[in-house]
């Protein structure tokens, strides 16, 4: 390898807000002891990269700011110029969901951002796909191999034919049987695989495959009436006719002679669907029919300093441009709930929030822990002390506007704009439930690296760091670490993102579509298994 | 098609105890109204196949016997001849985990049975598997693309060199980080994982492929000291050495640049244990090695007329063996808690039963369910009317031996013989449960019919009607439908399924194998997520 040796930069740490009296250093490989800042402070040890020094003596107690925060209290004194990690910080009770402040921040109303747009695929119900994609929908894991086959057959036989269509894909699980379906909890997976199946890069064509005795009957997951179906005779009679039938294969049928039979059987539903799909062109909609998944997963202490600080200017940009913006990880804003609380457009909204926030600890305590068992060994790592720091941030990629709705999980959006979708923070869980409320388009931004992809909407991964954005350069699509290196702004970033997800949204594919990377679907069922 | 027609068959009943006041119309079909039995009795309505009628006249409140057990009251009086359907009895309540009988039966004890064996593989911690594969380990969700794509690689370019690895899997999970992994129940799918790792169909051949900054870390996953490392350098010399180091590629490592170079070193990794696996030869080993799990999937009301009173005679066979079988699913044998324990070989195996049911109970209720959550449409559709009548058809598989051991969730076997292994119902879940005790042979019975495979073990799937056999001629491997048609008798059937057993061990490929057909890893995860 040829490389080029730059000059060594000089040293730099990183402060989120004036009040702070801790600051992360910026440098490839952190710094030594010694080293002296441009204003003077003197590092007393080293410090990693993306750790925090103190920039001030701390009493034993003192509260220790970050982003304007008290992310917890000195353990002990440290002097300035001290490595302050996370054994050296008491972190903080949980914020009481009681005496929010409500609906009392009134953002600087944002001026709308008109012109923009992208090539997508306009849908029957009104929504607006980034890719053409047939999936097939699977009522209970039992019919995973079964659909598995199918689909490589429907890959190397029918698709040929359908140049137009992106892709054939099974949307399998672990749900459908052998779970306590009549569980309260139960709500949760089942509406999430019902509206999954109405994602917006799937066209309206609903095709399922049953077993026949599973709990998770086809009726049962698409009642009647639960979306639009397309009239299988003719693309051009579309409507919510009263006679559609829902198009099921169902395995255990008794026409079903032989194992070829069923693969017969899903082989010809697929083709017809195929069909459709593959009439479909592309045509230029406005921005505003984006609808974009925010998550990071890997997160370092540059997350909350380059990344998602870019990926909240673009999340201003997306709801100027009337878009809808979600963002969800509820343990990574449980500790910043009094800045969503009272950035709600309204008390309902605010009232909603804290009630996904109590359901959430309590599922939490049913299970005797707490918010703090979100962080990772690779957030240490990374100069995360603990989840107070961690969410202060991954909040940021709420950007500034108002929050104008909250879905609980699994739940489908019935509203533009900003909107907390209350997931955990598990990547998979997390955008299996964003795919659910309707996303067309999915950022994730990650410090240590994750190789994250889906195969049912584009992933746009954003690193946090040049280094790993050097190492990862076939992996990552986006390099926010050029705001540590001084090389970029947020608002030139933000800017740069939104104009690539214009891009993907009209069909440019990500590094994690290059590969064909595609993790599970990983329900969210908070119900017993039977 | 040609179809020679058969006489129609005389209208029959199955009786299970002379003691039961209901029997099971045997019939394809169902019998029509006017039906007139050998011994006299009437039917007064249509009755489905499978389903029960009254063989006396019943009064309201009166008990309802089927396997000589109460499996409720009679709603109101029925005449006999009536079809007992399922909204005609009234569930007890389950048995008390108080003042159960105590290893109070001593079952005639089994003759030996010798002359058995089949061809295996032998492992250097002892065990025997059955097939030759390359299992790669992986701590989390977040490398599964990436496992994917080189694991199809590795089948495309390696594994034609080494014709005697049987195939290259990735053991993917939705795991690994983004779950509450110091929770007191997270032990469960940490060591499940763990467990399954050391399948003995893999040959004791360990690598793992990690991200980096998960919350499952692979010393977490595998602490030193919990498996034999086979040596790299040298197939002939294993051992259990202080100094080997656990075979991980990481992605995170700052060595990988791009994303062909973590495939290159998944690949290289691999081609050492292929290399080893490769070298090895099946031999010739005792039946005494078979590790057999047992569980049934879409049940009807012939599963515990045909396939498992089946099955629990092979058991037996296997148990005189000297072989190991589990038997599983908690809510499907919870209504014959004292069955079980007066089974037990002695008080402390009885207390690990009620200790497993009693955690399973209060886990149900957390949900705000209970054991008959259990029961799905199509198990009702086929006859069995509610839990307490599923579980009697379900605990026959374990035929009459002692038993002679419990396992908790996610533990690996330590002894031979019958053993209670406690796992949910859920057919995947609790066969990804038996994988990690240390199963090497699955055998699963099915009514409705499942197409249900592993990709880790061979499964022997087993009809409880030789219609469903008829129709799946290419998916069940054995119709223990011929039972109910008088074709064979139960001990005939188990001596077929005892020799199958020995043959599928020794290489023969069952239907699910031929195809391909290979169900998901479901982890048993009682924690929270994050
Ligand atoms: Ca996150
Ligand atoms: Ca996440
Ligand atoms: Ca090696
Ligand atoms: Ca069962
Ligand atoms: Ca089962």
Same sequence: chains 1, 2.
């Avoid at 204003?39 to 003192?62: I, S, Y």
């Avoid at 001026?111 to 306009?122: A, D, K, Q, T, V």
Wanted: net charge negative.
């Amino acid at each position: 390898m040829d490389a080029v040796a730059s000059p060594p930069r000089p040293p730099l740490y990183i402060r989120m807000n004036e009040r702070d009296n801790v600051a992360i250093v910026a440098n490839d490989g952190g710094l030594p002891a010694g080293t002296v800042f441009a204003d003077g402070l003197r590092l007393v040890e080293k410090v990693p990269q993306g750790h925090k020094v103190a920039l001030v003596d701390l009493a034993a107690g003192e509260a220790v700011r970050r982003y304007d925060v008290v992310i917890g209290r000195a353990a002990r004194a440290i002097p300035a110029g001290s490595w302050v990690h996370e054994r050296l910080l008491e972190m903080p009770e949980a914020r009481s969901l009681d005496g929010l402040p409500i609906a009392t921040v009134r953002p600087p109303s944002l001026p709308p951002l008109e012109g923009y747009s992208f090539e997508g695929y306009r849908n029957a119900d009104g929504s607006v796909g980034t890719r053409n994609i047939l999936a097939i929908t699977t009522t209970v894991q039992c019919v995973a191999g079964v659909v598995d086959f199918a689909v490589r057959r429907i890959k190397a036989e029918l698709l040929p034919r359908f140049p137009n269509v992106d892709d054939v894909i099974g949307l399998e699980h672990s749900y459908g049987c052998g779970v306590a379906i009549d569980a309260p909890d139960a709500i949760v997976p089942i509406r999430t695989l019902r509206n999954i199946t109405l994602n917006p890069n799937f066209g309206n064509e609903v095709m399922v495959v049953s077993l026949g005795c599973e709990k998770l009957q086809p009726e049962r997951l698409l009642p009647p009436g639960s979306f639009t179906i397309v009239d299988e005779r003719n693309v051009a009679d579309v409507g919510e006719s009263a006679d559609a039938k829902l198009d099921v294969v169902c395995l255990q049928d008794e026409a079903h002679v032989g194992f070829m039979s069923m693969i017969d059987s899903i082989m010809a539903t697929a083709e017809e669907h195929l069909e459709r799909l593959d009439a479909r062109r592309r045509q230029t909609v406005p921005a505003s029919e984006l609808v974009v998944g925010v998550q990071c997963g890997g997160s370092d202490a540059f997350s909350g300093v380059t990344a998602n600080p870019a990926v909240g200017f673009c999340t201003d940009l997306l709801v100027r441009a009337g878009a809808t913006v979600m963002f969800s990880e509820v343990t990574e804003v449980r500790d910043g709930i009094d800045q969503l609380t009272s950035r709600a457009v309204d008390a309902e909204v605010a009232a909603a929030m804290i009630r996904e926030m109590a359901w959430y600890d309590d599922y939490l305590k049913r299970g005797s822990v707490d918010r703090s068992a979100n962080t990772t060994p690779g957030n240490k790592k990374g100069g995360l002390s603990n989840i107070v720091e961690k969410a202060m941030g991954s909040i940021v990629k709420s950007g500034s506007a108002p929050i104008s709705g909250v879905l609980a999980p699994g739940e489908k959006l019935r509203q533009r704009g900003l909107i907390y979708a209350a997931t955990p923070a598990s990547d998979f869980i997390c955008g299996t439930l964003q795919l659910a409320a309707g996303m067309n388009l999915h950022v994730f931004t990650t410090g240590r690296g994750t190789p994250y992809g889906l195969a049912q909407v584009p992933v746009i991964k954003v690193a946090t760091r040049s280094d790993l954005a050097r190492r990862w350069h076939d992996l990552m699509d986006l390099n926010a670490g050029r705001i540590a290196d001084g090389e970029a702004t947020i608002e030139e970033l933000g800017w740069e993102l939104f104009r690539l997800m214009l891009e993907v949204a009209s069909g440019r594919r990500t590094w994690a579509e290059q590969w064909k990377l595609h993790n599970a679907l990983v329900l969210f069922n908070p119900a017993p298994v039977t």
